[in-house]
């Protein structure tokens, strides 16, 4: 059985590919460009602002002295972000590895459908900060209970995208693989598995994102270390500018993770719509 390749963007080294590799670098800078003036603005219209009020370091820090919380120890910050974000690609992994088994499964048997499926339905729509504090009571306050978080509240997206993913194959491509005669393996892994890789990458970026949302969660009800844990020990003692910084912090982890997905995903799939329409 052979099955055709999904079509190149770019030949490698062609002379068409070294415009439009130059054109895609031109946007990205003008892109950052953009972003660094925007956010530089915010920023200071932000220190203006405080100054011009008179607002209190303790009710809305200004951007200088958040900087300056992060500049006299940035050990502690980072230190306190590994755990958080060890805990966050753990559980992260788990949820991508285990989702898409499960979604598999979910496809090619009617029976979990109705009965896995339905469940997995059920369960998110639990609110899960609500049974946090079970997990602590089971589990305790190390990185076990942050993993579980991170855990659940990201495989559900994708179970659901990869599930989808699995199933929107086009069933021209099916009935072609069947005049072939093809295995039920042969057709998984040469049709299905692959017209899924984006809806999968899509639910990875969802993903990520609940993953690091849930392991702050586990660090609000019950920690003694991360990002989560610093948050709210510096709001109980009026710490605001620690508190800025540490979700400044957060929000740079969140920008780098997401990041990482969508490079993988570039990497994996340079023939998918998205990854081309991206060079130009």
Same mark, same amino acid.
């Given at each position: 059985?052979? @099955? &055709? ?18 054109? *895609? ?15 530089? *603005?915010?920023?200071?219209? $932000? ?48 949820? &991508? ?35 946090? +504090?079970?997990?602590?009571? $089971? ?22 995208? @990869? ?21 039920? *393996? ?7 598995? +692959? ?41 109980? &003692? ?32 340079? $023939? ?9």
């Amino acid at each position: 059985m052979s @099955t &055709t390749p999904p079509p190149s963007a770019v030949a490698p080294g062609s002379a068409k590919g070294a415009p439009q590799r130059k054109s *895609a670098m031109r946007k990205s800078l003008t892109q950052s460009f953009y972003l660094t003036v925007t956010l530089a *603005a915010l920023l200071v219209a $932000w220190e203006v602002a405080c100054n011009v009020f008179d607002i209190g370091a303790y009710l809305l820090p200004k951007p200088s002295e958040v900087l300056k919380v992060i500049a006299e120890d940035p050990m502690f910050l980072l230190s306190h972000g590994s755990v958080t974000a060890a805990a966050t690609l753990v559980g992260f992994v788990l949820a &991508t590895l285990i989702g898409v088994l499960i979604a598999i499964l979910i496809v090619y048997s009617p029976f979990l459908e109705k009965t896995l499926f339905t469940a997995l339905v059920a369960f998110n729509a639990i609110p899960k900060i609500a049974i946090a +504090p079970l997990f602590i009571l $089971w589990i305790g306050t190390e990185l076990e209970s942050k993993i579980l978080m991170a855990f659940l509240i990201a495989i559900f997206p994708i179970i659901v995208d @990869t599930v989808a993913g699995l199933r929107s194959v086009d069933p021209a491509q099916l009935d072609l693989v069947r005049t072939y005669r093809a295995s039920q *393996a042969q057709t998984f892994f040469k049709i299905r598995f +692959p017209n899924a890789l984006p809806s999968i990458f899509a639910g990875m970026k969802v993903g990520i994102t609940l993953a690091l949302i849930g392991t702050i969660v586990g660090e609000f009800v019950g920690a003694n270390k991360g990002l989560g844990f610093v948050i709210l020990q510096a709001q109980g &003692t009026y710490q605001t500018p620690l508190v800025f910084a540490a979700i400044a912090v957060l929000s740079v982890l969140g920008v780098i993770l997401f990041n990482a997905i969508d490079w993988a995903e570039r990497l994996a799939l340079p $023939w998918h719509v998205s990854n081309r329409t991206k060079k130009h």
